[in-house]
């Protein structure tokens, strides 16, 4: 079992790599970049990034017993 402190650092860095991707998606849509499937692939690869961070946060909330 993964404790607490182990999927927090998960979470840390998964926030960073979701917010680099975030700068660099709009750095590529505001020069307007001519790889369009490039922008597509960096996208889907946030979105899998934030399914990540959601299914992680989720294993912090306690379980209540009711």
Do not use: C, F, Y
């Not at 404790?3 to 660099?24: F, M, T």
Request: glycine share 2%.
């Amino acid at each position: 079992m993964v404790d607490n402190a182990e999927i927090k650092r998960w979470l840390e860095d998964l926030r960073v790599e979701h917010g680099d991707l975030d700068e660099v998606i709009h750095h590529l849509i505001a020069a307007k970049h001519h790889d369009s499937m490039r922008i597509q692939r960096l996208k889907k690869r946030k979105l899998k990034l934030k399914d990540m961070m959601t299914r992680l946060e989720s294993q912090l909330i306690p379980d209540l017993d009711a």
